[in-house]
């Protein structure tokens, strides 16, 4: 028998991150069992990044060094995918990663990120998401389902997500201001605060009836409780990142009710793996059934990740060969669970093309069950009409 | 009155030194063999130990020789490490190069952190050099171009075309990023040698002397004529230079920074002040046998993640309530031996007896 | 009315990191001891809450009171057995138990709970608010701000106006001739970390339902805890309160202006005290 | 011209005052002793000369230059040395380095170049035996030995002695006043300290009388000595 | 009759520094002795072994015939030894009230003394109490560390130099307060380097040098060369 081809998978299981990693084991059995139905020998060798990126860069470092993996995927936040990518390249490991948008991904990787003409590609790295215009289309989208004053609060944490998302050049500014809506901004806040009363306050004075932003699961709860005790409802509050997980609602008891997020997976996505040629919705019923747990939106993600792996390492020369393996990712044309995915710089800027493959976002909103649960319902797909909407935007009570 | 002055001479060496020294050289030409010798994992260990080493023995130079105890010596470390990111991506400067102004950058920060915590004492010195550092920190993360919050990466090409990993690969058929282990890695030797001769030597000088006194009684070594201010902020701009180099070439290695991790009091000050303190505080020995077992602690445990750390920490209290001198104060102690002996011995003809010595502080 | 609002917000930001600082101020005034785990006791104090909340399904301020009696025994028996065998001339040996302490805690922790984000629900209580004419004032961090005051004040009472008070300070002041006195300065000291990990257990409570806090929160609370009990001037409960409001104040002020230096700002009053009083604001005559 | 001078030196310590207008000047190579009960401030009088303490109010001159305000470090390389009453030995540093640190600073010589006299030092004050011990190894006896040694390898113009002769025998007793007494004929002028009267009366040609951190009497010992006030104060004789 | 106190061979040490050789004392109940000698004869580390500050064997120290050596100073006090120790050692950052109570902290009971009762012995305490104790005259500060250890109401008081650097005028005020203090029943050591107070107040007296015993008896049967040659060694010069 040969030796097992090795996978090296890092994404955040546990810290404020943890949310993002809770469908990993799931996934990473499925994939193991269908290889080996198939016949083919897999080992994943699974780190946990602890949602610290130095952390990813370490476990990466081990990867490649202790481990000698054949490919290295990643999952979940510029926080994980750009220590892990950025060490990857550094060392001539071939790597895809996924779960954050573009933007963040490729350009805060480049060591002078005001600086597009010193921007460079990898040689090694590859990315499949989604970027922020579309995330900005989504938003402006359903909120112009919705009766606003059109002034908007923004949430911009400085780490990645917040720095890129809040950007006066690539993020939400220039669109928002170009679209007519007043954009109050406070500035970049640290992550795991204990305050925001600030950010609270300037929001009432700016008479925000929008809330946005990328926030990490935890801080949106407190600020979403600080917002309550001070006497601040927006009607809308889109939110990245903090509200994909039913959890982080169900944590915010009923005042979760029609607080809405972007939506990149979910089982009414019309498409099916390559692996195992289930349906999205038959992915997500696996997983409650395994786990007892709702669906998360980064299930379908972490099973595309292994879906593109074995097809790029199937077809390179010599899996042994970092460089073979890249080349091998480049070619890719393959139809996954999250949609077709293929690195020809289709809806990009040049510089990304090489690097960047863009899958479809639509928004929804989450409904307060009648048993205190949630359900997450699409409200918004003007961006990607092939997957259907379930019901209209509604204002926060 | 006057008794005629006995012959004699002062010696500071002892048969170990001497026994040490010859040690120390076989030492260091097997370590500068090694990353021909051992798999890459193995020269990033020993890179890390090295550069923990310089820590060590700078924070032991403040704490065991001075007296200062800093638990903000983080700020060098990650100024340090910053500057060398800002002239590598900012101004494309070698990273080599980059490392060495790193340190000259981290000594001028003391400057002004020296006017302001060399005011406090005891534990206001030490929480006021921890906030010192916390304030570069929350600075440097504003810094955008070097990613803010969220930190960045070296380019690749910076450390692929280092000065010398070109010559390694060609030579010596490395790939690239093994040659630039192994080009830090002999830079961290370097260093760590030159760290330990050059506290060896201030020890052993004049400078030296009034340091130990000021470090044993500040007040009766001002009474003799020692400026204990000008001492210490020597020693504080020394440490600050060293620390700030070896903050550079750590990251010059992991290629990677971000403000939490190059500003982590837990990474650069406490664990040193763990390597130190276990060793024993105040010889230059106890750095050198604290980071040993640091290291192998970490070998030995680290596959338990955070049963590691917990053993690190239960270590370091046992170490503490029943060796308080260290690992290395308590063999030294036991055994006279001390292999960098700075302490001046009067020997001549009515001192025929050499009284047993504890090592020197 | 923003600027009000911003500092009310402070004021009450500052009353959570007196309490914070409390149980440290406490056990510095009486033994000199700088404990660098007193951040990561209280985490440990909100995990525990965590538990009991969870565990019981009773309230947050149900386990508090549960909660409080066991933290008593632990910081009793933590002093009484290790700590107090570090005490003496050399600082050292505290700042390396304590450390040792810390990494301890925060990994076993860590084995327990894992590095997720917790946070204790203290149910409609948490979103509930009281207005006071331009400004509303969140329930909790108003309460919060009220025990820190309760606790300064308590405090203060138990220490000058008791006879173990008394004990306290006489034990502080000279170990030996306090043993001269009958005093036992070991239980003292254990007495006085039993109290401050009630103190504790008080700022688990608010730290626990204010905000999210994981098994490395710790360190972070440290470092204000510290930065108040040192404006204040070492040994001082009423100036740790005034250190804890001072920082508070400068933070919000901070993030008024920009989120970015919330944290700073609190930083650089630390700073600006220090240097214009090296040894807080009300130090006292001998140290 | 007086070498030292004080005029109106006062310390207070909250409420206690342990100097008291103090002022007196001792002369180029002379030798003056101090007495008093415990807790008269005769130490203090010591640090506020050599600027351990800081004098609230009053000057103090040495060798013509204002020193008030100048650090000890200053005025020890000016030419004052001193012995602590509670000994201040560096613990950790042998004898000889502990001679040696004052002998290379104080006296601003290189290392290499004080060991000489450091080590005839040791030999004046009965140390060299010790001289490889560290010095937290001494009994007090030979801790008081050391402040001296220290204190003398200064090189000193002006030496302050305080109550070195406690404790020692008869015959050690006159061996330190032998030293002294070289000292002194060398042109070194003293300010000693002393409980043990007889000592410091053979060598002292002034004895100064301090109570309560004020000055009650100088004078000639005999004097001094004879007086009612120092009988019933410090001597404890009913008269 | 077994005596109060009672110690037999009894050795002190400051780490490898010998500073007792072996000291034979002993106290009967309601007694008043003196124990004199030069500086660094080992007085103040007699009574510091004694009151458990300082270890010693657990069988050279005995009161009442019990072995107390081994105790610590708390269990020392308890069995009745109360200290007023060198240099008064008040606590600063209590007033002098709160010093006084500190001394009832660990009280026998059948409390003879009181506030009260010792307010009336110092009446000026009284007017002071609210007094930070560093506040006071040394001569006031000693009556405060006095008032304190009598309020643990002791059977046997050691007073180490209580009269050290005292004017003369307060050594006498505190000395008139020693026959009410022997009226509660307390038996009483003072150290002294006054001999001629203390062979007054005392009926027996010990002289120590270089950590012995020289010399042993009564007040009225012990002269002035006697005790001279026992306080310097014979060849010495006294002063005077
Ligand atoms: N730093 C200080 N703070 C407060 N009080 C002090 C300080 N230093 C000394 N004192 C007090 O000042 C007084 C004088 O002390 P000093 O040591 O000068 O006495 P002395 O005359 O040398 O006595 P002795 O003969 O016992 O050595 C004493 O009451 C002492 O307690
Ligand atoms: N803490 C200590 N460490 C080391 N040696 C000490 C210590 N305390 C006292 N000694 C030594 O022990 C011996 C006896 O000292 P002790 O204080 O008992 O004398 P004393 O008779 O009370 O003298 P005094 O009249 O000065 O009070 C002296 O030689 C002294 O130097
Ligand atoms: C992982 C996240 C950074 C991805 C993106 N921010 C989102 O909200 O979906
Ligand atoms: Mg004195
Ligand atoms: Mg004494």
């Known amino acids: 028998q040969d030796a097992p081809v090795k996978l090296g998978y890092v994404s955040p299981q546990t810290g404020p991150l943890a949310a993002f990693g809770e469908a990993d084991k799931f996934v990473i059995e499925g994939f193991l069992a269908t290889a080996k139905a198939r016949g083919a020998n897999y080992e994943v060798i699974v780190k946990d990044s602890q949602s610290n990126p130095n952390r990813a860069a370490e476990v990466a470092k081990e990867l490649i060094v202790d481990d000698e993996v054949n490919l290295v995927l990643v999952a979940s936040t510029p926080e994980t995918t750009n220590p892990v990518a950025t060490t990857c390249e550094g060392e001539g490991m071939p790597c895809i990663s996924t779960v954050a948008p573009w933007q963040p991904w490729f350009i805060g990787q480049q060591g002078n990120a005001a600086d597009p003409a010193s921007w460079k590609p990898f040689d090694y790295a590859y990315h499949f998401f989604w970027g922020l215009e579309d995330v900005i289309a989504v938003f402006t989208n359903m909120w112009s389902q919705v009766e606003t004053n059109r002034k908007v609060g923004g949430l911009f944490p400085n780490d990645g997500d917040g720095n890129a998302w809040g950007d006066e050049t690539v993020g939400f500014p220039p669109v928002l201001e170009k679209m007519g809506y007043a954009l109050s901004d406070p500035g970049r806040y640290q992550n795991m605060t204990d305050d925001f009363s600030a950010q609270i306050n300037a929001f009432k004075s700016g008479q925000c009836e929008i809330i946005t932003g990328v926030v990490i699961p935890p801080d949106f709860t407190t600020f979403w409780n600080q917002a309550k005790q001070q006497g601040f409802v927006p009607k809308v509050a889109s939110i990245g990142k903090a509200l994909l997980f039913p959890q982080a609602v169900e944590a915010l008891g009923k005042a979760g009710h029609n607080l809405s997020s972007e939506v990149w997976w979910s089982p009414s996505h019309p498409f099916t793996s390559s692996l195992t040629g289930e349906t999205s919705a038959q992915v997500a019923e696996a997983f409650t059934k395994a786990t007892g747990r709702p669906w998360t939106q980064p299930i379908g993600f972490a099973h595309a990740l292994f879906e593109l792996a074995v097809d790029a390492l199937s077809r390179a020369e010599d899996p042994a060969d970092g460089d073979a393996v890249a080349q091998a990712i480049a070619a890719t044309r393959l139809d996954t669970l999250v949609g077709p995915i293929a690195w020809d710089g289709k809806n990009l800027p040049p510089f990304a093309a090489k690097n960047v493959a863009k899958t479809p976002l639509v928004g929804g909103q989450w409904r307060l069950k009648e048993d205190g649960g949630y359900d997450l319902v699409i409200t918004d797909n003007k961006t990607a009409p092939n997957i259907p909407v379930a019901g209209k935007m509604e204002a926060i009570a | 009155m006057s008794i005629a002055i006995p012959s004699f001479k002062v010696e500071t060496g002892t048969r170990a030194s001497s026994f040490s020294a010859l040690i120390g050289a076989a030492v260091l030409v097997l370590a500068v063999a090694v990353p021909f010798l051992v798999p890459r994992g193995a020269v990033q260990d020993l890179f890390f130990i090295l550069t923990m080493l310089v820590l060590a023995q700078s924070w032991n130079l403040l704490a065991g020789y001075a007296g200062l105890i800093s638990v903000g010596q983080q700020v060098f470390v990650g100024f340090g490490a910053y500057t060398m990111f800002g002239a590598v991506i900012l101004f494309g400067i070698d990273p080599i190069v980059a490392t060495l102004i790193a340190g000259l950058f981290a000594a001028l920060l003391a400057v002004p952190t020296a006017l302001f915590t060399f005011r406090l004492y005891g534990p206001y010195f030490a929480i006021g050099t921890w906030v010192v550092a916390e304030v570069v920190r929350l600075l440097l993360a504003q810094w955008k171009a070097l990613g803010g919050g969220t930190g960045t990466s070296l380019p690749r090409e910076a450390t692929r075309d280092m000065a010398g990993v070109g010559l390694l690969r060609d030579h010596f058929g490395m790939k690239a990023a093994e040659a630039s282990d192994a080009l830090t890695y002999w830079l961290a030797l370097v260093l760590a040698a030159a760290t330990i001769g050059l506290i060896y030597r201030l020890l052993r000088s004049k400078q030296g002397l009034g340091l130990a006194a000021v470090r044993d009684n500040e007040q009766a070594a001002r009474a003799v004529g020692v400026d204990a201010r000008r001492m210490k902020a020597l020693v504080y701009l020394t440490t600050a230079f060293l620390t700030g180099l070896a903050g550079a070439l750590i990251y010059v290695q992991k290629a990677r920074i971000s403000p939490d991790a190059a500003f982590s009091v837990t990474d650069w000050t406490a664990y040193v002040i763990f390597i130190v303190v276990i060793g024993g505080i105040g010889t230059i020995e106890g750095p050198i046998v604290g980071v040993i077992l640091f290291f192998l602690l970490q070998n030995l445990l680290s596959d338990y993640g955070s049963w590691y750390l917990l053993m690190l920490g239960l270590v370091g209290i046992l170490i503490m309530l029943f060796a308080p001198r260290g690992l290395w104060g308590a063999f030294s102690d036991r055994t006279g031996i001390q292999l960098f002996p700075v302490r001046r011995m009067l020997v001549g003809d009515p001192l025929a007896h050499t009284p047993k010595g504890g090592p020197h502080g | 009315m923003g600027f009000i609002d911003t500092i009310v917000q402070g004021v009450l930001l500052g009353g959570l990191y007196a309490l914070f600082a409390a149980g440290l101020s406490l056990v510095f005034g009486i033994m000199r001891l700088v404990n660098l785990a007193h951040g990561d006791l209280i985490v440990l104090a909100a995990f525990l809450l965590l538990v009991l909340v969870t565990g019981l399904g009773v309230h947050p301020f149900l386990a508090a009171v549960v909660a409080a009696p066991l933290m008593f025994g632990a910081g009793w028996s933590l002093q009484y057995v290790l700590l107090n065998r570090t005490l003496g001339k050399d600082v050292l040996p505290p700042l390396l138990v304590t450390f040792g302490l810390s990494i301890v805690i925060q990994n076993s922790l860590l084995e327990g709970f894992s590095a997720d984000s917790r946070r204790i629900s203290a149910g409609v209580l948490e979103t509930a608010s009281i207005g006071f004419g331009p400004v509303t004032v969140g329930f909790m961090p108003l309460m919060g701000f009220l025990s820190a005051v309760a606790v300064i004040v308590g405090l203060n009472l138990l220490i000058y106006r008791s006879a173990i008070g008394r004990a306290f300070r006489a034990t502080s002041d000279d170990t030996v001739t306090a043993g001269l006195m009958g005093i036992r300065p070991q239980r003292i000291f254990a007495m006085a970390t039993g109290i401050a990990m009630v103190v504790v257990t008080i700022a688990a409570l608010y730290l626990g339902t204010r905000a999210n806090f994981d098994p490395t929160a710790g360190p972070a609370r440290l470092i204000y805890a510290f930065e108040a009990v040192i404006i204040g001037g070492l040994g001082s409960l009423w100036g740790t309160l005034a250190g804890g409001v001072i920082l508070g104040v400068a933070q919000s002020l901070g993030a008024a202006v920009n989120p970015e230096w919330q944290i700073l700002a609190g930083h650089l009053a630390f700073l600006a005290v220090l240097l214009i009083k090296p040894r807080g604001l009300f130090p006292r005559a001998v140290d | ?239 | 009759m077994t005596a109060l106190l009672e110690t037999r061979g009894l050795k002190a040490f400051y780490g490898d520094f010998q500073a007792l050789f072996g000291v034979d004392i002993s106290v009967a109940e309601g007694e008043t002795i003196a124990i004199i000698g030069a500086n660094g004869a080992g007085k103040t580390t007699l009574m510091r072994a004694i009151s458990g500050v300082l270890a010693s064997d657990p069988d050279a120290i005995l009161c009442r015939g019990e072995p107390i050596g081994a105790l610590a100073a708390p269990d020392v006090l308890a069995s009745g030894i109360a200290m007023v120790p060198e240099g008064r050692r008040l606590f600063p950052s209590l007033t002098v009230e709160e010093n006084l109570l500190i001394g009832a902290y660990s009280r026998k009971v059948g409390p003879t003394w009181t506030l009260e009762s010792v307010y009336e012995l110092f009446p000026v305490l009284r007017e002071r109490r609210s007094n930070p104790a560093t506040a006071l005259s040394g001569g006031q500060q000693q009556m405060v560390a006095i008032g304190r250890a009598l309020l643990s109401n002791p059977d046997l008081l050691l007073c180490d130099e209580i009269s050290l650097g005292l004017a003369p005028v307060v050594v006498r005020d505190i000395y008139a307060a020693f026959p009410r203090i022997r009226a509660s029943g307390a038996s009483i050591v003072i150290v002294e380097q006054d001999i001629g107070q203390a062979l007054k107040v005392a009926s027996r007296v010990y002289c120590m040098m270089e950590g012995r015993i020289t010399l042993c008896g009564r007040s009225s049967e012990l002269n002035r060369d006697q005790i001279h040659a026992a306080y310097f060694g014979a060849e010495r010069h006294g002063l005077h």
Request: charged fraction near 20%; glycine fraction near 12%; hydrophobic fraction near 45%.
């Open chain 4, 1 to 239: 011209m007086s070498l030292l001078q004080l005029e109106c030196v006062s310390k207070r310590f909250g409420a206690l005052t342990v100097a008291d207008e103090i002022s007196f000047s001792v002369g180029e190579g002379e030798a003056l002793g101090i007495i008093g009960p415990n807790g008269a401030g005769k130490s203090t009088l010591f640090n506020l000369i050599t600027g351990n303490i800081a004098a609230d109010t009053g000057t103090i001159r040495f060798g013509g230059a204002d020193l008030t305000r100048v650090p000890p470090m200053a005025r020890c390389l000016s030419g004052m040395g001193r012995t602590f009453q509670i000994p201040q030995p560096f613990e950790k540093l042998t004898v000889f380095e502990n001679v040696l640190v004052a002998g290379s600073f104080g006296a601003q010589r290189s290392e290499s170049g004080a060991y000489v006299r450091c080590a005839g030092i040791l030999a004046d004050t009965g140390l060299l035996d010790k001289a490889n011990v560290p010095a937290g190894g001494l009994t007090l006896l030979q801790r008081k030995r050391l402040e001296l040694a220290r204190a003398l390898a200064t090189e000193p113009r002006l030496l302050l002695l305080d109550e070195i002769a406690g404790g020692l025998t008869e015959a050690e007793c006159h061996a330190l006043v032998a030293t002294i007494r070289a000292i002194h004929a060398k042109g070194v002028a003293v300010i000693w300290i002393e409980h043990v009267l007889h000592a410091l009366t053979s060598i002292v040609e002034r004895l100064l009388v301090l109570n309560f951190g004020r000055v009650i009497g100088m004078g000639a010992p005999a004097d001094i000595m004879a007086s009612r006030a120092v009988r019933e104060i410090y001597l404890g004789i009913e008269v």
